[in-house]
């Protein structure tokens, strides 16, 4: 694939995005080949160090706040008559109601989401704590002569700490999956949007 093939497929995949984006990324993407071509690479080599279009187009979806993308999909393409103006305001009370109760109801999934990784933390912290704290209180028991209850103590702190190894790894990897999926979950509502965009 030649330069300016690529550079023409890259724009295509890009459509939809905010137009400033689109072209500095276009810039960006030309003068990186220009170097490489100029570096002894051949016109085709330099396009295939690039990496392929969708990889591109997925990273600069991910690279742009979704407000930016709204903003672009709801920029007015044409001037509002008087009566699109007065249906708009006599709707406002639905519409802008049901706008906001959906993005309540997103923010509490998303904040009751994250509410289960913190409180897996908490448990983790919670075992890691009686872990330690059990050994000052079996020495205190034993030195009141309460070696049977000071020994109970310490075994429930081993067994704390083992438990704490185990829940540290496994906070660590849903903690991982969370973010991932956050991510995931943020590039297709942003696809969602630039699929709209490209269909109208």
């Known amino acids: 694939m030649s330069k300016q093939e690529f550079l023409a497929q890259l724009r295509k995949g890009l459509s939809g995005l905010p137009q400033d984006d689109i072209e500095e990324r276009l810039t960006f993407y030309s003068e990186m080949l220009e170097d490489q071509i100029e570096e002894g690479l051949s016109e085709e080599e330099a396009v295939l160090a690039a990496g392929t279009i969708d ?6 979806i991910a690279d742009i706040p979704l407000v930016k993308i709204a903003k672009e999909r709801n920029k007015l393409k044409r001037h509002l008559k008087a009566w699109e103006i007065v249906l708009l305001a ?3 009370p639905i519409w802008l109601s049901l706008g906001i109760a959906a993005v309540a109801v997103i923010f509490a999934l998303y904040v009751s989401f994250w509410s289960v990784i913190i409180a897996l933390w908490a448990v983790f912290a919670s075992l890691a704590v009686c872990a ?4 000052p209180a079996c020495v205190i ?3 009141r002569g309460n070696s049977s209850s000071g020994v109970a103590m310490l075994a429930a702190g081993i067994v704390c700490a083992g438990l704490s190894v185990f829940m540290f790894f496994g906070c660590l990897e849903v903690t991982k999956g969370c973010s991932i999926f956050t991510k995931k979950i943020a590039i297709w509502i942003k696809n969602c949007f630039i699929k709209k965009e490209e269909a109208r």
């Open 55 to 60: 990889e591109i187009v997925q990273q600069v």
């Open 90 to 92: 006599l709707g406002s």
């Open 132 to 135: 330690v704290g059990s050994v």
């Open 141 to 143: 028991l034993t030195a």
